[in-house]
């Protein structure tokens, strides 16, 4: 695994767990379909490994305090303190990254992943720290 700050799970077992079973969907799947199927395929290796996961968790929106009619939907909060964001596309870009944090920051959320499966030819994962 790799030791710099971006990819570092070290520190976090919810983490290590969550890019553990990352891990696993890509070394099945390998790369090349689409986002939604990687997603089906963790929330099932998430479950097989018994941690505890909200799938397309909707995600409130605050101006001032008060909530908006609008809200993010993530595509997964694992632990109920980790939001991932899914990606399969063939390199991650400052945008899927703003994403994350746009997430993290409307619900005072202190950590997120960003997980791309489409990378080629291994796995690329990203953690932010709000």
């Known amino acids: 695994?790799?030791?710099?700050?971006i990819h570092s799970a070290d520190h976090d077992p919810d983490g290590y767990a969550l890019i553990?079973?990352?891990?696993?969907v890509h070394k099945e799947l390998g790369n090349g379909y689409l986002e939604d199927v990687y997603q089906e395929s963790l929330e099932l290796?998430?479950?097989d490994r018994s941690i505890?996961?909200?799938a397309q968790p909707k995600l409130p929106i605050f101006y001032k305090g008060l909530p908006l009619r609008k809200h993010y939907e993530a595509d997964l909060l694992v632990l109920d303190?980790?939001?991932?964001?899914l990606k399969a596309v063939k390199a991650l870009?400052?945008?899927?990254?703003?994403?994350l944090l746009h997430y993290l920051k409307?619900?005072?959320?202190?950590v997120g992943y960003l997980v791309n499966?489409?990378?080629?030819?291994?796995?690329?994962?990203?953690r932010r720290i709000r």
Not at 20 to 24: D, F, I, M, P, R
């Open 52 to 54: 505890p996961f909200v």
């Open 106 to 110: 409307a619900t005072s959320r202190r």
């Open 81 to 85: 303190n980790i939001i991932v964001e």
């Open 1 to 5: 695994m790799d030791t710099d700050p």
């Open 117 to 126: 499966f489409g990378a080629f030819p291994k796995l690329d994962w990203r």
């Open 20 to 24: 553990g079973a990352c891990y696993e």
């Open 93 to 99: 870009l400052l945008e899927h990254e703003a994403q």
């Open 45 to 47: 290796e998430l479950t």
